[in-house]
């Protein structure tokens, strides 16, 4: 008498069976949650912005965050550094509108990503964020103290300085160098094709915003 082989893999098969589908439902559940949640403050957020007369199209905006949220869901998992990466994006969001609309951007910016910078602090030495926020603030600030004493633009001091120390090391001082970069870049050339004079002051909180998001995954 033949005992059919299959019957033992078709029961290691129901057991493991019971098991994986829960884990995936349950990882699937995790993602739409911590994305429709990220969904709808975008919306509200877009909505508060167009009332202020900012620019920010929710046609633009949601599906700009529905990624975002996505990509720190699929890095970090439904986690404090997840939550964080996307709060960070709000107030970026808000701070870029902002300096785009007015080329003024208000204290509650700085302030908001120095207290996202708190769970940093369990990942990161308190000496590398601290080192990373003097190598960007020192060389913006020693033109406003030697003569002919520039001004520069506070805002973007304070944002740049809070984004590298929330950073931390490299990633706050590459991220910091690499929005000014582009920032010139895009500036230079936007700049030629509609003839806009040299002078024009531009935003640049929207490039520190950009680099910093993208070196909050790394």
């Known amino acids: 008498m033949m005992i059919h082989p299959m019957i033992p893999t078709v029961g290691i098969w129901r057991l493991q069976g019971e098991n994986i589908p829960r ?16 969904l709808l403050i975008a919306w509200a957020l877009c909505r508060v912005l167009q009332r202020q007369n900012f620019k920010a199209k929710t ?45 003024e951007v208000g204290d509650y910016a700085w302030v908001l990503i120095l207290a996202l910078a708190i769970p940093s602090l369990a990942t990161q030495s308190i000496l590398s964020m601290v080192l990373a926020a003097l190598f960007v603030f020192l060389p913006q600030m020693i033109p406003a103290w030697l003569p002919p004493h520039r001004t520069l633009g506070g805002a973007d001091i304070k944002i740049s300085t809070a984004l590298a120390f929330l950073l931390g090391g490299w990633r706050g001082i590459v991220a910091y160098l690499a929005g000014l970069i582009i920032a010139v870049l895009f500036v230079s050339i936007y700049g030629r094709i509609r003839r806009i004079p040299k002078k024009q002051p531009f935003a640049l909180v929207p490039f520190l915003s950009v680099a910093a998001m993208i070196l909050f995954f790394v």
């Open 59 to 103: 046609a633009v905006v949601l599906p700009l965050f529905g990624l975002l949220s996505l990509a720190l869901f699929a890095r970090f998992g439904l986690s404090v550094t997840a939550i964080q990466g996307l709060f960070l994006a709000f107030v970026l969001l808000y701070a870029s509108c902002s300096d785009i609309a007015t080329h």
């Open 23 to 38: 884990e995936v439902l349950s990882l699937i559940l995790s993602a739409i949650l911590f994305v429709g949640i990220s």
